[in-house]
Nanobody, 129 residues
């Protein structure tokens, strides 16, 4: 059983900052494409950021405000969200993505979910205006 465990979700006022964390199995963090997706009710899971060997890719909707990073000494992947907006409210999921599709998964909207090998259980983020 592979586990990806997200933490750091909660309620934040618009304009603020939020950091999400994803604890990965020991072998996974530094060796695989890791990603963050988000989902709002009634829609599919949308890729927002991916990271593989120092290369990061972001969806157009979050570029400039979101930062994905890794601390693989602690087997943790982060998603920093700056200047949060009400439209950032969603369930956020950490995921392991097929290497060959790493860049594409962040640029393909909800289609990127098709290349996810493992999902975490998610962390709810709610932004109030």
């Amino acid at each position: 059983q592979e586990d990806l465990v997200e933490s750091g979700g909660g309620s934040v006022q618009a304009g603020g900052f939020l950091r999400l964390s994803c604890k990965t199995p020991g072998y996974m963090c530094g060796n695989y494409c890791m990603a963050w997706f988000r989902q709002v009710p009634g829609k599919g899971r949308e890729g927002v950021a991916t990271s593989y060997y120092g290369t990061t890719t972001y969806s157009d909707s979050v570029k400039g405000r979101f930062t994905i990073s890794k601390n693989c000494n602690e087997d943790t992947v982060y998603l920093d969200i700056n200047s949060v907006k009400p439209e950032d409210s969603a369930m956020y999921y950490c995921a392991k993505v097929t290497f060959a599709a790493c860049k594409w998964a962040a640029e393909a909207g909800t289609k990127g979910a098709a290349v996810v090998g493992f999902w975490g259980k998610g962390a709810q983020v709610t932004i109030s205006s």
